[in-house]
C-alpha cells in the first residue's frame, strides 16, 4: 500500500489477556517506530527499530510490552497481561531514512476493560 | 524530556495566517526542528523540518531565529481543515528515537 497501515483499528480486551497490534509500515521504509498516545496526551515513545540493528527499547513501560520487526518489514507489538492503564492508541510510523520524516499509520485503539 | 515549549491552544481566523512559536532553548548545534500536526483521530502527519535557514513548502513556512531558539510555523491562509494540534519537535537528524512529540498546540481556526 501507499501508506503505514495498522490492524486491527480497534481492540476491545479484558484485563489479563495478551494483545498484539500489527504495523505494516511503507515498503523500503528502513525505520520504524512504534509510540502511545493516551486520551488527551502527546505521544509517547516506546520502541524504534533501525535496518537490522538491535531494536531501541528504552521506551517500552515494563517487561509486558515487547516487539518483533520481521525481515525488516512487518512489526508486532505484544502487551501481556494487558492492564487498564495500558489502554490508548498505539501509532506507527516508518520512516525511508534517519533524514527523512516519519510518516505514520491511523493507529490502533486498545480498550482494556 | 521535554525540549520544546508550546502555547497550549491558539485561535485563527478562517483565511488569515497562524503563527505559531515554539521555543527550544537548550536545542544543539545538530539537530533539526520538526512540525507535525495531529487531526483528530488521526495519525500525525509531516509538516516542515529544518536546520538553520527558514523553510517552505507546499503547506507551510518555518523561521527560525538565528540563535535557533524559536521557531514559528505558519500556514499563511489557514482553512477549517487545519484545525489539529501541532507538535514542534527537535531532533538529531542521525539518531532514531530522540523524538518527543510533548503535548503540543491545539489550534482552533475560526470560520
Known amino acids: 500500500g501507499a501508506g503505514v497501515s495498522q490492524s486491527p483499528s480497534n481492540k476491545v480486551t479484558e484485563k489479563g489477556k495478551d494483545v498484539e497490534l500489527r504495523c505494516d509500515p511503507i515498503s523500503g521504509h528502513t525505520a520504524l517506530y512504534w509510540y502511545r498516545q493516551s486520551l488527551g496526551q502527546g505521544l509517547e515513545f516506546l520502541i524504534y527499530?533501525?535496518?537490522?540493528?538491535?531494536?531501541?527499547k528504552s521506551g517500552l513501560p515494563s517487561d509486558r510490552f515487547s516487539a518483533e520487526r520481521t525481515g525488516g518489514s512487518v512489526s508486532t507489538l505484544t502487551i501481556q497481561r494487558t492492564q487498564q492503564e495500558d489502554s490508548a492508541v498505539y501509532l506507527c510510523?516508518?520512516?525511508?531514512?534517519?533524514?527523512?520524516?516519519?510518516?505514520f499509520g491511523p493507529g490502533t485503539r486498545l480498550t482494556v476493560l | 524530556d521535554a525540549k520544546t515549549t508550546q502555547p497550549p491552544s491558539m485561535d485563527c481566523a478562517e483565511g488569515r495566517a497562524a503563527n505559531l512559536p515554539c521555543n527550544h532553548s537548550t536545542i544543539s548545534g545538530n539537530e533539526y526542528v520538526y512540525w507535525y500536526r495531529q487531526i483528530h483521530s488521526q495519525g500525525p502527519q509531516y509538516i516542515i523540518h529544518?536546520?538553520?535557514n527558514n523553510e517552505t513548502n507546499e503547506m507551510a513556512s518555518l523561521i527560525i531565529t538565528e540563535d535557533r531558539k524559536s521557531s514559528t510555523l505558519i500556514l499563511p491562509h489557514a482553512t477549517l481543515r487545519d484545525t489539529a494540534v501541532y507538535y514542534c519537535?527537535?531532533?538529531?537528524?542521525?539518531?532514531?528515537?530522540?523524538?518527543?512529540f510533548g503535548t503540543g498546540t491545539s489550534l482552533t481556526v475560526i470560520p
Open positions: 510510523a516508518s520512516r525511508l531514512g534517519l533524514a527523512n520524516e516519519q510518516f
Open positions: 527499530f533501525q535496518g537490522n540493528s538491535a531494536p531501541d
Open positions: 519537535i527537535v531532533s538529531y537528524s542521525n539518531t532514531g528515537n530522540q523524538f518527543y
Open positions: 529544518g536546520l538553520k
